[in-house]
């Protein structure tokens, strides 16, 4: 079982003193910055000048540097761009900054993990991954509560970097409701696989191939959108308030039934290993070569994908039914 810290086990003093540099005012990145500002931190925030990001840092009351300017100036340095901007970012930018005694912190472990980002050995490495978007990161503080988060250090050059990682996620809120301690291997591979298998990759497979085989066998497209895509969030919501149980007391007998009978037939043994081949990949760093050597070359198969995605039937007519629901359109 992982071990778990609460606000009890972290010293926000640690951070007493330092300066925190954010770098990126993102999703994640404004509620980072925010949180730790609100809780007494000195935050500055690394963007492109001119970008909408320096705009809202600006509009937000920090001061917004140069990611060059900001690792320098910073103790901790906080990367909160995209994967596939960390790296350049780093060795244009930051990596001259990086000197003995400071930290580096990630909120996911790619690039670290699989060697893209290689840091000195003379300061700490570390993680705090929020199990949240940033916009709730931000909520649940403001509400005086806070998501759980994951902690993981890569390297210990201080002897400390643990406790200041700690009090990082005190700072953030996330200490409020627990904070698991992994390591950059476990979560960036279970996080990859997650998302592939799972969250992005098999959700959304599995909606289109139920949609499609509906629209195939004669049903209306309108139909086949409310029963595949559109009645998801319903079941989603209740497995995440109270897991598969919670679910399962919710719908039908009948729904239970097909549930316990069929769907070990949609996810079968063939599913099972073609999601060990996918795991296998994540591990020994087949996906990420694919995915830095996609980037290099401009996106191709990225970009052919996500158009011929949006300009898939389910998206026609999930537009125009979503015009029919009114309570979607409010903020």
């Known amino acids: 079982m992982a071990t778990i810290y609460y606000e ?13 540099a954010v770098v990126g005012y993102g999703s994640q990145g404004h509620a980072h910055a925010q949180n730790l500002r609100d809780g007494g931190c000195n935050v500055v925030v690394a963007e492109v000048e001119g970008t909408p990001g320096w705009k809202a840092a600006k509009d937000a009351g920090f001061q917004v ?16 761009v995209p994967d596939n901007l960390q790296r350049s970012i780093y060795y244009e930018s930051i990596e001259k900054g990086m000197t003995a005694g400071k930290m580096l912190m990630f909120a996911h472990g790619f690039n670290i993990h699989y060697g893209q980002i290689i840091p000195p050995k003379n300061i700490d490495v570390t993680m705090i991954a929020p199990k949240c978007p940033g916009p ?10 806070g998501p759980p988060a994951l902690i993981a250090v890569e390297q210990d050059a201080s002897g400390k970097a643990k406790e200041t990682a700690l009090a990082y996620s ?3 809120g ?14 960036t591979e279970t996080d990859l696989f997650g998302e592939q298998t799972v969250l992005c990759g098999g959700v959304s497979s599995l909606i289109k191939a139920g949609f499609e085989t509906l629209v195939m066998a ?26 598969l149980t919670l679910m399962r007391k919710s719908v039908s007998d009948t729904a239970k039934y097909g549930d316990f009978t069929r769907g070990p037939r949609v996810i ?18 087949r996906f990420a070569k694919e995915w830095i050597l996609e980037n290099q070359c401009g996106r191709p198969v990225f970009n052919a994908l996500k158009k011929a995605d949006e300009e898939h039937l389910i998206e026609e007519v999930g537009k125009e039914l979503r015009d029919m629901m009114s309570w979607l359109k409010q903020k």
């Open 8 to 20: 009890k086990d972290c010293d926000l003093s640690l951070l007493k003193g330092k300066v925190i």
């Open 65 to 80: 540097l140069s990611a060059a300017e900001a690792a320098k100036k910073a103790d901790i340095i906080v990367m909160l």
């Open 136 to 145: 709730m990161l931000r909520r649940l503080y403001t509400e005086n509560a």
């Open 170 to 172: 005190r700072g953030i």
């Open 174 to 187: 996330c200490a409020r409701a627990g904070v698991l301690e992994t390591t950059f291997a476990e979560e």
């Open 218 to 243: 004669g049903y209306q497209p309108e139909i086949a959108y409310f029963e595949c895509l559109h009645e998801l969030k319903l079941i989603v919501d209740l497995i995440y308030q109270g897991g």
């Open 268 to 285: 079968n043994d063939m599913v099972r290993e073609e999601m060990e081949d996918i795991l296998a990949e994540i591990q020994d760093g």
